[in-house]
C-alpha cells in the first residue's frame, strides 16, 4: 500500500538550474497539494489541485509551476531555483476537501540550491 | 489572518508518564482541527480530527480536545512510550488551511 510517493528523495541544484518533482497517488483521491516546510514557518501551501487537469495557486507560488495531466500524478517545477527555495518539499493528497478531509502526506523531497 | 501556535516548542519526559501538547489559534472561525504526527525524515501522519462542532476526538491513548471559544485544543497521550517520540503538529481548517510550528516530544526510556 504506497500511498503517496514522492521523488526524488533528495536533490541538491545550483543557482538558476531547473528540476521537477514528483508527486503520485494510488488511492483515486481528486485532491492534491504541495508545501514547503521551512524551520520556524511551518507548512505552508505552494499550489494545489482539486481534479485531473486543474491547479490553482496557494499561499506562496511564485518561482514554482505544476501540472495534473493525470489524476494520480502532480508534479511541481522550478524553473530557476534560488537559494531561497531551499527546503523540503512534501505532496499530500486527500479524497475530498482538505479542509474537511484529512490529508495523506509524502515522506517529502529535501531539496538545496546552492 | 490565522495564526496558529503551538508552546512549548520542545518537550522532555520519561517514559510512562501522561502528558498534555497544547494548541492555540486567533480564529474561532474554523470548520476542524487536525493532529499530525511528523516522525524524523518522514511526512506527516494524521492522528486525529476534530470537527468543529465536536469537544474531543479519541484513538487508543491519544485524546484531542477543542474550545472554539477560547481558541485552544490540547492533545493528551497517556502512558507515554519512546515510541511516541516525534514532532506533533496541529493545524486549523478554516478559509485556509494553517499550521502550527509543532512541538518535538521526547520520551525518554
Known amino acids: 500500500n504506497a500511498g503517496v510517493t514522492q521523488t526524488p528523495k533528495f536533490r541538491v541544484l545550483k543557482t538558476g538550474q531547473s528540476m521537477t518533482l514528483l508527486c503520485a497517488q494510488d488511492?483515486?483521491?481528486?485532491?492534491m497539494y504541495w508545501y514547503r516546510q521551512d524551520p520556524g514557518m511551518g507548512l505552508r501551501l505552494i499550489h494545489y489541485?482539486?481534479?485531473?487537469?486543474?491547479?490553482a495557486k496557494g499561499e506562496v507560488p511564485d518561482g514554482y509551476n505544476v501540472s495534473r495531466l493525470k489524476k494520480q500524478n502532480f508534479l511541481l517545477g522550478l524553473e530557476s531555483a534560488a537559494p531561497s527555495q531551499t527546503s523540503v518539499y512534501f505532496c499530500?493528497?486527500?479524497?475530498?476537501?482538505?479542509?474537511?478531509?484529512?490529508?495523506?502526506f509524502g515522506d517529502g523531497t529535501r531539496l538545496s540550491i546552492l | 489572518k490565522q495564526e496558529v501556535t503551538q508552546i512549548p516548542a520542545a518537550l522532555s519526559v520519561p517514559e510512562g508518564e501522561n502528558l498534555v501538547l497544547n494548541c492555540s489559534f486567533t480564529?474561532?472561525?474554523?470548520?476542524?482541527l487536525q493532529w499530525f504526527r511528523q516522525d524524523p525524515g518522514k511526512g506527516l501522519t494524521s492522528l486525529l480530527l476534530?470537527?468543529?462542532?465536536?469537544r474531543e476526538q479519541t484513538s487508543g491513548r491519544l485524546n484531542a480536545s477543542l474550545d472554539k471559544s477560547s481558541g485552544r485544543s490540547t492533545l493528551y497521550i497517556a502512558a507515554s512510550q519512546p515510541g511516541d517520540s516525534a514532532t506533533y503538529l496541529c493545524?486549523?481548517?478554516?478559509?485556509?488551511?494553517?499550521f502550527g510550528t509543532g512541538t518535538s516530544l521526547t520520551v525518554i526510556p
Open positions: 480564529d474561532s472561525a474554523i470548520y476542524n
Open positions: 489541485s482539486v481534479g485531473e487537469g486543474t491547479t
Open positions: 499530500a493528497s486527500s479524497y475530498g476537501d482538505r479542509l474537511v478531509q484529512p490529508q495523506h
Open positions: 488511492m483515486n483521491h481528486e485532491y
Open positions: 476534530i470537527q468543529s462542532s465536536q
Open positions: 493545524a486549523v481548517a478554516g478559509n485556509q488551511f494553517y
